[in-house]
C-alpha cells in the first residue's frame, strides 16, 4: 500500500543551526500538507503544496514540493527554542491523507 | 479566531463498550475528518465526510466505526464495540486543515 516516509525520525539541533526533514512516498502526490504538532498537542496546519517543484516560504520556513511529486522537504532555518516538536507531511494521492512518520525536532538553548 | 471543539478530552471505558466522540467543527466548513493517533505514533486518517454522507474512509474504519452529523453542529465518531488497540488520541478536523485538540481514549 502507499507509503509516506519521513527522515530524520528524530533530530537534536542547537539553537541557531538550521534543520531539514525529507519526505518521500511510495506513490506520486496530488499535493502535500505539512503539520507541526507540540508534545501533548494537535497537528497545526502549516501549509499546503500543490505544484510540481513548488517552493514556498514563511519566515524561516522553506517548503519545496519534488518535481515527480513523490517528496518534499521542510527547511527551518536558524532554528528556535520555539520551534520544538514533531514535523509531519501528509500526501494526498492514491489514498486520502497519509501521513508520514513524522520527524521530533528538539532544540538545544 | 474559531476554533474546532472536542468532547470529552479523555475518555476511559472497558472493552466492549461503545463510546461516542463529540465534535463541533468550524461553523461555516463543508468538510470534516476523524484521524486517529496511537501514543507516540503517526496521524492516522479515518474517515472523512461531506454533504451528510461519508465520502472517504480508510481501511481503518470497519464496521465497528460510524460517523453522523446529527444536528447542525455536531459531528461524532462512535466505535460500537472498543478493543484494547483502540486506545488512542482521535482528532476531529474540518475543511481538512483546522484539527481540534483531540479526545484522549484509553480502553480497559
Known amino acids: 500500500g502507499q507509503q509516506v516516509m519521513q527522515i530524520p525520525q528524530y533530530q537534536h539541533v542547537q539553537e541557531g543551526e538550521d534543520f531539514t526533514t525529507y519526505c518521500n512516498s511510495s506513490?506520486?502526490?496530488?499535493?502535500i500538507q505539512w503539520y507541526k504538532q507540540r508534545p501533548g498537542g494537535h497537528p497545526v496546519f502549516l501549509i499546503q503544496?500543490?505544484?510540481?517543484?513548488e517552493v514556498k516560504k514563511q519566515k524561516r520556513l522553506t517548503f519545496q514540493f519534488g518535481e515527480a511529486k513523490k517528496n518534499s522537504s521542510l527547511h527551518i532555518t536558524a532554528t528556535q527554542t520555539t520551534d520544538v516538536g514533531t514535523y509531519f507531511c501528509a500526501g494526498t494521492g492514491t489514498y486520502k491523507y497519509i501521513f508520514g512518520t513524522g520527524t521530533r525536532l528538539k532544540v538545544l538553548a | 479566531e474559531p476554533e474546532v471543539t472536542q468532547t470529552p478530552s479523555h475518555q476511559v471505558t472497558q472493552m466492549g463498550q461503545e463510546v461516542i466522540l463529540r465534535c463541533v467543527p468550524i461553523s461555516n466548513h463543508l468538510y470534516f475528518y476523524w484521524y486517529r493517533q496511537i501514543l507516540g505514533q503517526k496521524v492516522e486518517f479515518l474517515v472523512s465526510f461531506y454533504n451528510n454522507e461519508i465520502s472517504e474512509k480508510s481501511e481503518i474504519f470497519d464496521d465497528q466505526f460510524s460517523v453522523e452529523r446529527p444536528d447542525g453542529s455536531n459531528f461524532t465518531l462512535k466505535i460500537r464495540s472498543t478493543k484494547l488497540e483502540d486506545s488512542a488520541m482521535y482528532f476531529c478536523?474540518?475543511?481538512?486543515?483546522?484539527f481540534g485538540p483531540g479526545t484522549r481514549l484509553t480502553v480497559l
Open positions: 478536523a474540518s475543511n481538512e486543515q483546522f
Open positions: 506513490t506520486t502526490l496530488s499535493n
Open positions: 503544496l500543490v505544484k510540481s517543484g
